[in-house]
């Protein structure tokens, strides 16, 4: 065989092993609602490193009342399943100095290798917490918050929480914070500082809390849930925009009121399919039926979400499996 026939043989073959080795787009079946149900958790921030999908939610302790929280686990999903807890990865009020209360919903996203967890605490600081891993063990860099109700340019006349971060296309990171009033910040590239100026975004209405940002098609969705001051029980809904700092087009509703009088969420593609990750007060309503703990014991669900042609969003309609509600062991005792 000549020398140019075996290199044009070398080089199709190392572009079918190529192709053989490249991943396949996959679609994942649901094992049922809700998805974790050893533990009460709440405010899903969902997202894929790697092969595998991460959830960071905020933890409802087993036997408090309210939103009495103190620190974050980690599950890890390859199948959509099973969701593997790895157990604590954070204590903010053990490994800062300034948090004392209130560690409420999360975000956590990957840069250089790095993973930068966003968290709440006071109703009015927001810190950042780095590992080398998505599971940790997560460190306070800066020994003070990254951002405060006070800090120059917030506008905030309630809890200060809820932090999200996107990363675009063009690597610039964007932290979206607040209630009542949507803040966002430019991170720079070491995502523990910012470059000092606080963006107010317009155009959603009735904008409360549990901002989620992500972006499909080349157009950015700002996701949050909507005030429970207007005469209805808060839902998820969004808004478009064709640059991630807005103006906003208000569209509708993604998810209507759900079990646990609050609602949080996040929105994530894994594989073909996309998901909207969310909580309801099914699992904490169950154990304690007469007692209408579903507020505070809270439990995270997972359902597919689909667009339209024209992008919009269609509506999501929450699922609960009486097996999942049945097989929890969750459920600690009495007070």
């Known amino acids: ?197 606080v963006h107010i975004i317009e155009g959603l209405e009735e904008f409360f809390e549990a901002s989620w940002v992500h972006k499909y098609n080349g157009k950015y969705y700002l996701s949050y849930s909507n005030s429970p001051f207007t005469g209805h029980q808060p839902e998820i809904v969004y808004a478009m925009a064709d640059n991630p700092l807005g103006p906003y087009e208000y569209k509708g509703r993604i998810l209507g009121p759900v079990s646990s009088g609050t609602n949080h969420h996040s929105i994530v593609q894994f594989g073909d399919d996309w998901f909207l990750f969310y909580h309801t007060g099914d699992l904490g309503n169950y154990n304690w039926p007469d007692r209408g703990m579903g507020g505070s014991h809270r439990s995270v669900c997972v359902d597919y979400l689909y667009y339209n042609e024209d992008g919009t969003i269609r509506e999501v309609q929450p699922t609960v499996s009486q097996e999942k509600l049945e097989g929890n062991t969750a459920f600690k005792g009495e007070y």
């Not at 140019?4 to 080795?21: F, N, Q």
């Not at 593997?84 to 975000?107: L, M, Y």
């Not at 840069?111 to 599971?135: C, E, F, H, M, Q």
């Open 1 to 197: 065989m000549k020398r140019e026939s075996c290199l044009l043989l070398s080089a199709a073959a190392v572009s079918l092993l190529l192709v053989s080795c490249a991943p396949k787009p996959r679609h994942f079946e649901l094992g049922g609602n809700p998805i974790i149900t050893h533990m009460y958790s709440a405010d899903p921030s969902a997202h894929v490193f790697g092969d595998s999908l991460y959830v960071y939610p905020s933890h409802d302790r087993d036997m408090a009342r309210g939103f009495d929280m103190e620190d974050y686990h980690v599950y890890v999903t390859g199948d959509m399943k099973t969701f593997e807890d790895r157990g604590v990865i954070f204590r903010p009020f053990e490994q800062t100095s300034w948090a004392t209360k209130n560690a409420w919903a999360p975000d956590c996203v990957e840069r250089n290798g790095k993973y930068y967890l966003y968290y709440p605490t006071d109703v009015k600081y927001i810190g950042v917490a780095v590992a080398d891993s998505p599971y940790g063990p997560f460190e306070d860099p800066l020994g003070h918050p990254l951002l405060t109700i006070d800090s120059p340019g917030v506008i905030c006349d309630r809890d200060f929480i809820d932090p999200c971060v996107f990363i675009d296309d063009d690597g610039q990171a964007y932290m979206f914070v607040g209630q009542n009033t949507c803040c966002c910040i430019k991170l720079n590239d070491d995502m523990i500082s910012y470059d000092g100026e």
